[in-house]
């Protein structure tokens, strides 16, 4: 169980990944929410954590997207590469 704290408040948690960590994790979304209190207005605790979930929301889907299209381009530039190989071969093999 790890101790964290977002927006002055502690919680103690357990992480489920293994590839982040719940303290880089939480610290991240209290920057958030600092960041988003310091734009004006100083909202509730509860829509401040709305509007962070969103923003890092976005952002991960933003990078999701970034990377399907990453991965499809990789996936096309493969399947070329293996066509030219199999033509390759079989001029090869006359």
Known sequence: MAKITIYGKTYSLKSSSSEVSIEEAA???DAKM???AGLGKKPPSLDLAVLAAL????ETLQLQKKTQVK???QEEKIEQLVD???NELHNFEK
């Not at 923003?55 to 976005?58: C, E, H, L, S």
């Open 84 to 86: 030219a190989l199999e």
């Open 27 to 29: 610290a991240y979304v």
């Open 71 to 73: 991965d499809q381009d």
């Open 34 to 36: 600092h960041e988003l």
């Open 55 to 58: 923003n890092i929301a976005q």
